[in-house]
């Protein structure tokens, strides 16, 4: 149980700094007082002191944090904000765009939401915004948010710039030389950069628990740093070696990827988590784990509020803690090795981040653990060779270009597994965090109990039983996935259908204002975006598997 003695300390970190965000300092300083009491009641004095000492520096960095943001003047009548773009611009449900302004001094970045993009505004660049200082919706230290214009004064510099390069050079040599199906996924599995994936592709990923894969994580961090430890380990290097084979390849992706705040967190829980593998005598992997949790709260008291981080923790402490137990279970069916493990590792990361997914979202996907099983056997080979692909593009003569061909089939299969799995009737369904608590119970008592077969066929029969409701509720026949909101896309706007081609990178949506007679069938580009004719063909429902509904009623 020696692991276990940081948990405490971790737990009143992490809910001291939340208490202290979400309600006041007193609440987080009540928090970090009960679990030094049952500390004390379980007659650890040493934990209840390492607990309270750590959970008082969390409560009071967080409250210095939120004073010193809400004491910020950004001006009133017109608010000014300068600062740098923290990670890439999104589009939000109103239609307006979304950026995150890291300002000098200020202790958390600062939402903005402007109606126009302008050229440049990019992760890294220095811009200036400006409009009415209004109050944020999002739970965390920054109690401001900025509507109005936003005005880029300058391109990235330094590291931000080469990482910007690298993304737009990758993402152009992967446009050009592979297909529809993996332009959006071999940037984002390898780099993070969805800007080539659909609406449509990301929902998929969504539906179907893939989208991780498309975040620069712990995950991509563990695959790069093992892969480097391993070809050490080939070459002879011991225990030092390893480490800084790993390290140096660490550093090698966090340089390509980019200095942003995601990244820097994967990177050190991935640092964290590679040192508890690599010199398990010395540190446990909940020891690690905790230490991480610790490390990153303090120094960023945002992440104790965000589902982000909460997923990412509880992702990896479901692994550690159920895979074991898992493993043991399922070794009775006599599947092959590679199978079993797959299955423990998606089992019990699903069970550990399903509540939090259904807090978070109200729905739960039923094909999440089918869906990472499936592509588990190739997701690292991606991320590795992905990885090699972008720095060979870096140089001329194309040498990137072998890579790319062996990726090619890999994310293939992903994008087939996502699309096929998002289109099934019951794919996703509406559930609380209870709900998911009760059938993950039931899960594991069947395996406790040694009926694996059985559970297993129960577990099957209940995701029939979801997808036969999907069809008989599914509002229009054929359709069971979502509708898409289309103000949430970057859409293409042109006056002709000849004036399509060629397509501008990102696209997710392209709009043809000419009039004309009422198609018969959807359209879209060679490359799969969906182009709708709403002066011809009227209002357009598009879903989330790429699929559309004209207003005609072709299909």
């Known amino acids: 149980m020696g692991e276990l003695r940081l948990v405490p300390a971790a737990l009143a970190v992490w809910a001291g700094a939340a208490c202290c965000i979400l309600v006041g300092a007193w609440a987080g300083a009540l928090a970090v007082a009960v679990l030094c009491a049952a500390a004390l009641a379980l007659r650890e004095p040493g934990q209840a002191l390492l607990t309270a000492g750590l959970g008082a520096a969390a409560v009071a960095t967080a409250g210095l944090r ?5 004491a910020w003047e950004f001006g009133r009548a017109r608010a000014e904000v300068a600062g740098t773009l923290s990670g890439p611009v999104k589009r939000v449900a109103s239609g307006a765009y979304l950026a995150n302004v890291s300002v000098p001094g200020y202790p958390a970045p600062v939402p903005v939401f402007a109606e126009a993009l302008p050229p440049g505004a990019v992760s890294g660049a220095r811009v200036v915004a400006t409009g ?16 109005g214009g936003l005005e880029v004064v300058g391109p990235p510099q330094g590291l931000a710039a080469f990482a910007q390069h690298v993304r737009s050079t990758f993402a152009a040599v992967v446009e050009a030389k592979v297909g529809p199906s993996s332009q959006g996924l071999i940037p984002g599995m390898v780099l993070g950069d969805v800007s080539l994936q659909s609406a449509a592709e990301q929902q998929a990923y969504v539906d179907t628990g893939l989208s991780h894969l498309s975040a620069v994580s712990g995950a991509n961090i563990a695959v790069v740093t093992s892969f480097a430890a391993v070809a050490a380990a080939a070459v002879g290097l011991g225990l030092r070696g390893r480490l800084a084979c790993s390290a140096a390849a660490l550093l090698l992706y966090a340089g390509l990827v ?42 960023d008291s945002d992440l104790a509020v965000h589902f982000g981080f909460a997923l990412s923790v509880a992702a990896t402490a479901g692994i550690v803690a159920l895979f074991p137990f898992l493993y043991r279970a399922l070794a009775v069916t006599r599947w092959p090795d590679i199978l079993v493990r797959a299955l423990a590792v998606a089992v019990a990361a699903d069970a550990a ?28 080979a991606v991320t590795v060779l992905g990885l090699a692909a972008a720095t060979l593009c870096l140089v001329p003569g194309g040498l990137e270009t072998p890579l790319l061909r062996l990726v090619e089939p890999l994310t293939w299969w992903v994008h087939t597994v996502a699309r096929v799995g998002a289109s099934l009737p019951g794919a996703t369904v509406e559930a609380g965090p209870l709900a998911v608590l009760v059938a993950y119970g039931w899960i594991a008592a069947g395996l406790a109990a040694g009926r694996v077969r059985l559970t ?19 509002a229009l026949p054929g359709h069971h996935a979502r509708p898409v909101d289309t103000a949430t896309l970057r859409a293409y706007v042109v006056d002709t259908k000849d004036d399509v081609e060629p397509v501008p990178p990102g696209t997710q949506l392209v709009v043809v204002l000419e009039g004309g007679a009422p198609h018969a069938r959807p359209v879209a580009t060679r490359g ?28």
Do not use: K, W
């Open 353 to 380: 981040t399903a509540p939090i997914v259904a807090l978070m979202a109200g729905r739960v996907s039923l094909v999440s653990v089918a869906a990472n099983v499936l592509v588990a056997p190739v997701a690292g």
């Open 456 to 474: 297993a066929g129960a577990a099957c029969a209940a995701c029939a039983l979801a997808a036969v409701a999907g069809l008989g509720v599914a």
């Open 528 to 555: 799969g975006i969906p182009v709708i004719f709403p002066n011809r063909d009227g209002p357009v429902v598009l879903y989330s598997d790429g699929t559309q509904r004209l207003g005609g009623g072709g299909a």
């Open 258 to 299: 980019g200095p942003e705040p995601s990244v820097l967190r994967a990177s050190v829980s991935g640092l964290v988590g590679l040192v508890a593998v690599l010199a398990s005598r010395q540190s446990e992997p909940v020891h690690a784990l905790c230490l991480s949790v610790i490390g990153l709260v303090l120094v």
């Open 132 to 147: 009415t200082l209004g109050e944020s919706a999002r739970a965390g230290v920054n109690p401001y948010t900025v509507n």
């Open 66 to 70: 939120v004073r010193a943001a809400a």
